[in-house]
């Protein structure tokens, strides 16, 4: 069974300083990740994957992600914190086989960037 | 373009009704997907649709639930005889699931459902 975890809960980080969402995971072969955000009353709006390849993905917004194999790791990063980036973010996996396509997500993590 | 939409956007039941939740998916997306969201559980599968081919049903958390897919567009979710556990915010999303690397999953709004 895969599984995602978001060991914290709420990220605290000033406007203009580099943020960090961590993010790590268990499935079964090399996996497909992502990230979602969810501002209040929406839904989930796609940040980023990571397929294949480059290490480093970049996606929406500034944000970007680092796929760590050793680690089993996909942090979520973004250099300089803007106040309209507070928000809900989940991370999520995806078996790379079979017929199963469903995500499994993360529990969350609420972002909130201070002015 | 027009993204996920679902409808009602709010829903409040009482409990033991039947409710019936729409998504309609992005144009030309087969991939259909339903989750739910509450405090308690996070996000969780329910059931995808893909094309023509039998739904995955493995999320359904109870035989309350069942959902169906007509025409390979617009999905109806239903629960029978609802319970205050189920309130949540359900949301829909589809994909374009057109190669064997993951596509990518684009959610609606949601319909927050509340059993009292």
């Known amino acids: 069974a895969q599984s995602v975890a978001q060991p914290e809960d709420q990220v605290n980080v000033a406007e203009g300083n580099p943020l960090t969402v961590k993010c790590t995971y268990s499935?079964?072969?090399?996996?497909?990740l992502f990230w979602y955000v969810q501002y209040p009353n929406r839904g989930l709006q796609f940040l980023l994957k990571?397929?294949?390849?480059?290490?480093l993905v970049k996606g929406s917004y500034g944000f970007e992600a680092e796929f760590n194999k050793s680690q089993t790791s996909f942090h979520l990063k973004k250099p300089s914190a803007l106040v309209s980036d507070s928000a809900l973010y989940f991370c999520?996996?995806?078996?790379?086989?079979?017929?199963?396509?469903?995500?499994?997500f993360g529990s969350g993590t609420q972002l909130t960037v201070l002015p | 373009g027009a993204g996920v939409s679902q409808s009602p956007s709010n829903k409040v039941t009482e409990k033991g009704k039947d409710v019936e939740l729409r998504c309609d998916p992005i144009?030309?997306?087969?991939?259909l997907y339903w989750y739910r969201q509450s405090l308690g559980q996070g996000l969780e599968f329910l059931i995808y649709?893909?094309?023509?081919?039998?739904?995955?049903k493995s999320g359904l958390p109870s035989d309350r639930f069942s959902a169906e897919r007509t025409g390979g567009s617009v999905s109806t979710l239903t629960i029978q005889r609802t319970q205050q556990e189920d309130s949540a915010v359900y949301l829909c999303?589809?994909?374009?699931?057109?190669?064997?690397?993951?596509?990518?999953?684009?959610f609606g709004p949601g319909t927050r459902l509340t059993v009292l």
């Open positions: 499935v079964s072969g090399n996996p497909y």
């Open positions: 990571y397929i294949t390849g480059d290490n």
């Open positions: 649709f893909q094309g023509n081919s039998a739904p995955d």
């Open positions: 999520a996996v995806r078996a790379p086989s079979g017929s199963a396509r469903q995500l499994t």
């Open positions: 144009s030309g997306h087969t991939a």
């Open positions: 999303a589809s994909s374009l699931a057109s190669a064997p690397v993951a596509d990518t999953q684009y």
